[in-house]
C-alpha cells in the first residue's frame, strides 16, 4: 500500500498489540525499582533485634549466675550492679530443692480509716486477709501462685528488711514496705465498700506445735505455744475504695 510499508518480520508481528518497551526520557531503557533497598534494610533490622536480644540474654544469665553462685571475686567486685539488675523482678533462691517449711501460722489482718474533712476518723473491722487467701486455694485444683504466696512472701521479706521497730533503713527495705501495703490495699479494696486514707496490717504469729511422740502423746519439755500480735503503724495511701 502506498500509505506505508506491511512489516513481514515474524517477530515485529508478534509484537504487534504488546505494550511497548518501557524507556527513559533519554530513550533508553526505563530502569524499574527493586526490592533489595527494603529488602536489605529489614534484614538488618531483624538481625540487630536478634543479635541486641542475644546479647541481652546472655548478660541476664551472667549476672542471675554470679547472683546464685557462691561468693567468688567477680560477684565480690560487681555486688553492687548484680543486685540492682537481680532485685527485685528477678530474685533467685534454692527454696525449690531445699524448701524451708513454714515453723510457724500467721494470720494477717487489715483494717482502714477513713479521716472526715472535719478532722473526725471512721476505723472499719479487721479484715482477715489470710483467710481470703486460704478461700482462694482451698478445694482449687490449680491455685493461682499470687494466692498461695504473694502476702506471705511478702511479710517474710518484710521482717528481714524492718527491726522490730518497723523503720525501713534501706531504699530495698522502703520498697517491700510499700509492696507490703500496696498488696493490702488491693486486697481490702476487692472486698469492702467505701474509701479510706490509711491502713494498718495486724499479724498474729502462732508456733506450730511440736509433733506427736510415736506413743501419741507431745513431749513434756515442749512449751505451750503462745501467740504473738504485732501492729504495724497506719500507712498512708491514696484514696482507694467505691464511693
Known amino acids: 500500500m502506498l500509505g506505508g ?17 518501557a524507556q527513559d526520557s533519554g530513550g533508553g531503557p526505563r530502569k524499574t525499582l527493586g526490592f533489595s533497598g ?48 537481680v532485685r527485685p523482678l528477678f530474685q533467685q533462691n534454692w527454696r525449690l530443692f531445699g ?19 472535719d478532722g473526725t476518723t471512721q476505723v472499719s473491722d479487721w479484715i482477715d486477709l489470710t483467710a481470703m487467701d486460704d478461700s482462694a486455694v482451698k478445694h482449687n485444683v490449680f491455685p493461682s501462685h499470687t494466692a498461695q504466696n504473694m502476702l506471705r512472701q511478702a511479710w517474710n521479706t518484710y521482717l528481714k528488711t524492718h527491726g ?22 488491693d486486697r481490702v479494696t476487692a472486698q469492702r465498700d467505701g474509701t479510706f486514707d490509711s491502713i494498718q496490717l495486724r499479724v498474729i ?11 501419741g502423746s507431745r513431749p513434756a519439755a515442749a512449751a505451750p505455744a503462745r501467740a504473738v500480735t504485732r501492729y504495724l503503724p497506719w500507712w498512708k495511701v491514696a484514696s482507694h475504695g467505691t464511693h
Open 5 to 21: 510499508v506491511e512489516s513481514t518480520n515474524p517477530k515485529e508481528s508478534e509484537r504487534t498489540g504488546a505494550e511497548p518497551a
Open 38 to 85: 527494603p529488602t536489605g534494610l529489614l534484614t538488618a533490622g531483624t538481625g540487630a533485634a536478634v543479635a541486641l536480644c542475644l546479647a541481652v540474654t546472655l548478660f541476664h544469665v551472667l549476672l542471675v549466675f554470679l547472683y546464685v553462685a557462691p561468693p567468688n571475686t567477680v560477684s565480690k567486685a560487681y555486688s553492687q550492679q548484680i543486685n540492682a539488675w
Open 99 to 117: 524448701p524451708n517449711p513454714q515453723s510457724v501460722n500467721r494470720k494477717m489482718s487489715a483494717r482502714v480509716r477513713q479521716t472526715a474533712p
Open 164 to 185: 522490730g521497730d518497723n523503720r525501713a533503713r534501706s531504699e530495698r527495705a522502703l520498697m517491700i514496705q510499700k509492696y507490703l501495703r500496696n498488696i493490702a490495699v
Open 205 to 215: 504469729t502462732l508456733p506450730i506445735a511440736a509433733p506427736r511422740t510415736a506413743e
